[in-house]
């Protein structure tokens, strides 16, 4: 899957100039009673704005579940998302919003639009939607990114947040999964889940997709090959890639 650079809970489509991130679940903290030592707004806004820093995309597309609350979207809530708006604005990004089963109330609260999928179509590059995951998408294309699963990998007792990758593996498309973005989700182990288990349309031989972990704290390289010399919370070292999880079971 040529194309992709992996940071830390987002990807990057650098023939699409796109910055992909999935599951902020805006609230979940407000919700819960549980806040980060920084606090949800900073924390969300603050590793955004090292990915813009990073990358400079043209377009940051949220896969779905930006908010938390199924019927609700608070006066708080809101307040993050401008703010996350702004920070895109600030670095000439235009921030896109795909809903997700979580995003019933966003569309009446938003001043902008949620989309149901988000097409990304340039010359030479491969068709990219990207939805949320939980439903099968509408648009044809040769790569769908998703979200939804919130995929972890657990190595040694440590779990780590993990991407899905596998090629052809969805209607004859590649298919991409990404972490969720909020730090406040626990996630979900994949080791030993089976296709079923996943609870999205779009995983349909969980055996084929193989797990990507991205370490924060060392300097490296991307997929496309390019040297990462950019500092801020969007430096990564070069991403840690395992065998697909039917042969990664084996190695367990």
Do not use: Q
């Not at 704005?49 to 949220?62: I, K, N, Q």
């Amino acid at each position: 899957m040529t194309g992709v650079a992996f940071a830390e809970r987002a990807a990057y489509l650098g023939r699409h100039d796109a910055l992909v991130v999935a599951d902020l679940h805006v609230g979940r903290g407000e919700a819960s009673a549980v806040s980060l030592p920084i606090g949800e707004r900073e924390d969300l806004v603050d590793r955004l704005r090292g990915h813009l820093a990073r990358f400079d995309p043209a377009t940051v597309v949220v896969a779905g579940d930006v908010v938390h609350t199924f019927d609700r979207v608070t006066d708080r809530v809101l307040g993050t998302l401008a703010a996350l708006r702004d920070a895109c604005d600030a670095n000439g990004a235009a921030l896109e919003l795909v809903a997700g089963n979580h995003d019933a109330a966003l569309a009446d609260a938003w001043d902008g639009p949620v989309r149901e999928e988000h097409v990304l179509d340039a010359a030479g590059a491969p068709r990219t939607v990207v939805c949320h995951g939980h439903e099968a998408p509408s648009t044809a294309a040769d790569r769908y990114v998703i979200g939804h699963v919130h995929p972890t990998i657990e190595i040694e007792g440590d779990r780590r947040p993990c991407f899905l990758r596998g090629e052809g593996v969805y209607r004859g498309a590649d298919l991409l999964m990404l972490p969720a973005f909020t730090r406040l989700a626990p996630g979900v182990a994949v080791n030993d889940m089976r296709t079923g288990a996943f609870d999205s349309p779009l995983v349909t031989d969980a055996d084929r997709l193989a797990p990507v972990v991205v370490d924060p704290g060392a300097a490296g390289a991307d997929d496309a090959g390019r040297a990462d010399t950019a500092g801020g919370a969007g430096n990564v070292g070069e991403p840690l890639r395992f065998p697909p999880l039917g042969k990664f079971r084996e190695l367990l």
